[in-house]
């Protein structure tokens, strides 16, 4: 494609408003939650993602907020214990001074607590990913609860603002129990 002098305007009023745009971290943002993430909401959700060898699946918790709002988060993942088999937790990789952890000391309790932080705004909505082997059929019981959330200022997010999970959704957002 040839820019010419006179698509120069229109380019760069493209780059801009794609640049301005308020849309949230996650590739999918779920229908019902749309609306509250506009008015300042942080949630967090579980995402079942890829099925994997003997019947392992993969989980992902992802931290939801529109674009800027959020630069630290951390909660708590829960799960009645002995009920699932979880097989590895895996936290996004660092960059850009953005640091996600993950504490696995109290997974024999049913806790998994995790955090993350970012200097400017979070670069991914995903703040760790979980390996569960199966125990016999239909989606693991599985509660995400946010204890506080943080704006790129250092402002924390009032209590009301912030929002867990006890449903299991597909890629799409999608509820799936």
């Known amino acids: 494609m040839r820019i010419t002098h006179s698509t120069l305007p229109l380019v760069a009023a493209l780059l801009a408003a794609a640049a301005c745009a308020d849309e949230p971290m996650a590739p999918a943002v779920p229908a019902d939650l749309g609306a509250s993430l506009n008015s300042g909401t942080v949630a967090a959700v579980i995402e079942q993602?890829?099925?994997?060898?003997?019947?392992?699946?993969?989980?992902?918790?992802?931290v939801l907020a529109k674009k800027g709002e959020v630069a630290s988060y951390q909660g708590l993942l829960s799960f009645e214990p002995?009920?699932?088999a979880i097989e590895s937790i895996t936290a996004p990789e660092a960059a850009d001074?953005?640091?996600?952890?993950v504490n696995r000391e109290q997974l024999a309790e049913g806790k998994i607590r995790f955090a993350g932080y970012a200097p400017e705004e979070l670069g991914t909505s995903e703040a760790?990913?979980?390996?569960?082997?199966?125990?016999?059929?239909?989606?693991p019981e599985l509660a995400v609860s946010l204890d506080v959330a943080g704006t790129p200022d250092g402002v924390t997010k009032p209590a009301s603002q912030l929002r867990g999970a006890r449903e299991i959704r597909d890629r799409n957002g999608n509820v799936l129990r």
């Open 82 to 84: 002995g009920a699932v």
């Open 97 to 101: 001074g953005e640091v996600h952890l």
């Open 128 to 139: 760790f990913s979980f390996v569960v082997a199966s125990r016999g059929a239909g989606l």
């Open 49 to 62: 993602g890829e099925l994997l060898p003997e019947g392992k699946v993969r989980y992902r918790v992802r």
